[in-house]
């Protein structure tokens, strides 16, 4: 055996071990491995720029936006003011996007619009994350993304691409320039307030959208709306410490409401009126300036907030609003200048009408009034046209006065229990409402009949107050009540004087009065004698059929009754005692018929039928 | 015969020995490999989500590739675990490791001295500038210069006081970093890098970084105090920049050679 060979082979086989060991390690040495990257802060937007304008000279020196942050020979930039380093910034990054979009294929008007908004885009979550926007502009367009994202989040749908969520919101930013003034810095406090409201408002918008798909809302609505809803609140912050908390406390209350009643209005102006010209601008701010002026007066008594409640006075604002959409030029002077003036005063004369009548303060009133400045509002022009020297909200504040006042009589007299006499003690505050818009809706027709010095209207209420006081018996309901008062109204309204009139003819007061009181009357004898037993037919529907039949014959010849009012209940008595001899032939409906048939000469002739003829009539 | 059985046993001696040295050198590749890997895992995957739980890691990771190249004298294995100590003492963000890290560095780089044409080049290259990498990501952490100056309104004439402490702050941090800057950029002539492919393209990525962090700072300091002259007289209170648009540039001078040969 060669023990050398043995050696030798074994050192031969661990050599080429060792020269696989060799080249291991030398694997494990050279084989690639990480090396980490320098870490620095992100370039600023002003080294971005700087880079931009250094890449692209001929650009920096020949686009102005550009050139004036350009030093070309220095090969530095010129310092501006932060809003021009943020234009030139969104110019920079659309034009990046714009080469890099037709880089990709994407055509030219296609690529200038998509990189616009990704540079607008960028802008955006660059100032974000600044938490510090430089300006009120961009703290505003901040605003109007956060609350554009909150709807994304909540329903998606009002908020995409095209849709009517997305084009509220850009014509919110289009106009927010409106509410800035053109010196910036002086807005002062103002910014974070007005940045507050643009908030408020596009939330009231987005809602409106949200809870009525039908709605739409153009720009140029928005654009009257910021400017003649939202500018106002905005200019009347005040300036002294208190004031402006006391103020910012009702805003916070009311500008969220107030915004969801222009929109409502703006939203109805479109829907019912296609082609109409869009709101006036100077007459919403009219209405606006006046009510949140008016807010911000506190009397020795209370303020305008407290009289009317809050939701009182966004209806009343409402009903401000609809008659400055529809009639704007009653809020603007003849040298175009808003009239702000008149819907304070309207807001100064209702609010002393509730203070006086204390049971009228808070949303009942406020109702009222605003029903009031809608329905006179709306007839302004023919009132004017009538009486040019009469201003139409000094109508409305005496109406508004006439209609408080009597109801208040009304409620204010009490039997011996204590409670409203008659009919009067089952309506409730919205059935009193109605009560009074009706007989409005119908003396306004003849606009003759409103006035400063008129009292038809007064008249009107206190005698339906008077005929439902003397329903002892309850026999008919409020809501029928309220039918006979616009039966009576529109009556009253086509024969002015002859309802109502208590007058030197009518000592006793009004005929219709008089003639509701004895059926009534009737109605109650029967009632208490016979209660619902067979042969009673006079109450609810039927009773209410018979007080119209006879206002609508007082509209004819009424020659005998003038002078007789009992004629009426005569005649009843006459047909009622009939029916109960013959109840089998006599219900109500025979009975409605017998009534029509002959009232009209009764009433002209005092002459009642015979048996024969009345049961002619049912035969 | 006894000559014979000398010859064997010296023979055997010699094998077992060569054999140990091979299992040795296996061993150590492998080390060397799982140590690498577990410094990118630790760069990769920890560090993104958790800076200050991978600091602590890469510290004691740093201190074991130290300790191992101390073991491996002035060879390559060795040149390889100072690069790994460096990196890792680099990104531990740790300041009062910089003795450490200068120190690996100094090793790493005798070694590199001493293998002369042997040296690993990639690691040998990567020492050179590790330390004014570190340097310059050290100081810039502190305080972002570059949003501050942006931040910086004359025009409003508010803070001014502030404004002009930024622009201080900011010329001071310029000075600090100018050397480790031009540091940097003396490495881009060394002829070894600009064969290196890999390297050369990692080394000009984090080279231009830095040397566009600075030229911009720079350039956006000459601009906000060229403002601040111009518009001084309008600035209230009794603030005063105590230097003037020359001295920043002056600041500005480099040598800008990096841009020719990263291209």
């Not at chain 1, 996007?97 to 979550?125: F, P």
């Not at chain 1, 219900?587 to 015979?610: H, M, N, Q, R, Y």
């Amino acid at each position: 055996m060669n023990i050398a060979l043995i050696i030798a082979g074994v050192q031969a086989t661990l050599r080429a071990a060792q020269a696989g060991a060799d080249l291991y390690s030398e694997h494990a040495r050279d084989r690639p491995v990480f090396l980490p990257n320098l870490e620095l802060p992100e370039g600023s937007n002003m080294s971005k720029l700087l880079e931009f304008f250094m890449e692209n000279r001929q650009l920096a020196k020949s686009k102005l936006e550009f050139s004036v942050l350009w030093d070309d020979q220095n090969e530095v930039l010129i310092d501006q003011p932060p809003e021009v380093y943020d234009t030139a910034c969104g110019l920079m990054l659309k034009h990046k996007a714009q080469i890099q979009l037709q880089g990709e294929g994407v055509e030219a008007n296609a690529a200038e619009h998509e990189a616009t908004m990704l540079a607008g885009g960028r802008m955006i979550e660059q100032w974000r994350a600044e938490r510090k926007p430089p300006n009120a502009y961009v703290r505003m367009a901040l605003t109007l993304t956060d609350i554009g994202l909150e709807f994304v989040a909540s329903d998606p749908s009002i908020l995409g691409v095209g849709s009517k969520g997305e084009k509220l919101v850009v014509a919110f930013a289009k106009n927010m320039a409106d509410l800035i003034p053109d010196d910036v810095k002086g807005f002062g406090a103002k910014v974070d307030f007005a940045d507050r409201l643009v908030g408020i408002f596009l939330r009231a918008g987005l809602g409106t959208i949200t809870n009525n798909v039908s709605v739409v809302i153009n720009d140029e609505d928005v654009a009257k709306l910021i400017v003649g809803v939202t500018k106002p609140i905005v200019d009347a912050l005040p300036d002294n410490l208190v004031d402006q908390f006391n103020y910012r406390e009702i805003v916070d209350a009311l500008a969220g409401p107030s915004a969801e009643a222009a929109f409502k209005i703006l939203a109805e102006n479109t829907e019912s009126y296609l082609g109409r010209n869009f709101a006036n601008d100077t007459a919403l701010g009219a209405v606006t300036s006046a009510l949140f002026e008016e807010i911000k007066i506190t009397t020795s008594e209370d303020s305008i907030v407290k009289v009317f409640g809050e939701q009182g006075l966004i209806g009343l604002y409402q009903a401000g609003l609809g008659v400055a959409v529809d009639r704007p030029e009653l809020f603007i002077k003849d040298n175009g200048e808003a009239r702000n003036e008149l819907f304070q005063d309207l807001l100064k004369g209702t609010a002393k009408t509730l203070r006086t009548y204390p049971r009228f303060k808070g949303p009942v009133g406020a109702s009222l009034a605003a029903m009031v400045v809608d329905v006179v509002g709306e007839n302004a022009p023919a009132l004017l046209r009538l009486n040019p020297d009469e201003p139409w909200e000094k109508v409305a504040i005496t109406v508004m006065d006439q209609i408080t006042s009597t109801l208040n009589t009304a409620l204010t007299d009490l039997d011996d229990k204590g409670r409203p006499k008659g009919s009067i003690s089952i309506f409730k505050d919205e059935q009193l409402l109605e009560m009074a818009r009706t007989v409005l809706n119908q003396v306004v027709k003849t606009p003759g009949m409103i006035g400063v010095d008129r009292i038809e209207v007064q008249n009107i209420v206190a005698g339906m107050a008077k005929a439902m006081a003397s329903d002892d018996n309850l026999l008919l309901s409020a809501d029928e009540w309220i039918v006979i008062a616009g039966v009576a109204a529109q009556n009253a309204a086509a024969n002015p004087g002859r309802l109502f009139d208590i007058s030197n003819n009518n000592p006793e007061g009004a005929l219709a009065v008089k003639i509701i009181e004895s059926v009534l009357s009737v109605a109650g004898k029967q009632w208490t004698s016979g209660g619902r037993s067979s042969g009673v037919l006079l109450f609810g529907e039927s009773l209410e059929m018979i007080i119209e039949t006879v206002l609508d014959g007082l509209t004819g010849n009424i020659t005998a009754v003038t002078k007789n009012p009992e004629l009426v209940d005569k005649f009843l008595n006459q047909i009622i005692n009939i029916a109960n001899a013959q109840p089998e032939k006599l219900g109500s409906d025979s009975l409605l018929k017998i009534f029509e048939s002959f009232i009209v000469i009764v009433l002209a002739t005092g002459e009642l039928p015979t048996e024969d003829q009345i049961i002619e009539v049912i035969l | 015969m006894r000559i014979n059985l000398a010859r064997i046993g010296v023979g055997f001696f010699i094998i077992l020995f060569t054999a140990c040295a091979t299992v040795d050198d296996v061993q150590r590749a492998s080390d060397l490999i799982r140590t690498d890997n577990e410094l990118a895992r630790l760069l990769k995957e920890v560090r993104p989500g958790d800076q200050e739980g991978s600091s602590v890691f890469l510290t004691v990771l740093a201190a074991d590739a130290s300790e191992k190249a101390k073991l491996l004298g002035n060879s390559a294995d060795a040149i390889a675990f100072y690069r790994i100590a460096a990196t890792a003492y680099w990104k531990s963000d740790k300041p009062e490791f910089t003795d450490k890290l200068f120190a690996v560095v100094g090793s790493g780089q005798e070694a590199c001295g001493g293998l002369g044409d042997r040296a690993p080049d990639r690691d040998c290259l990567f020492l050179q500038f590790v330390i004014p990498f570190a340097a310059i990501e050290s100081e810039s952490r502190k305080l972002n210069y570059d949003a501050k100056l942006k931040k910086i309104d004359f025009f409003d004439q508010l803070e001014t006081g502030a404004e002009i402490k930024t622009l201080d702050d900011t010329s001071g941090y310029l000075h600090k970093i100018k050397k480790s800057v031009k540091s940097i950029l003396n490495v881009g002539s060394d002829d070894v890098l600009l064969s290196h492919t890999e390297m050369k393209l990692y080394y000009c990525d984090n080279a231009k970084k830095a040397l566009k962090t600075y030229n911009n700072i720079a350039s956006n300091l000459y601009t906000k105090t060229v403002s601040y002259h111009k518009r001084k007289a309008d600035l209230e209170g009794s603030h005063n920049l105590e230097f003037d648009a020359k001295a920043v540039d002056e600041l500005r001078d480099l040598d800008q050679k990096l841009t020719e040969k990263c291209n």
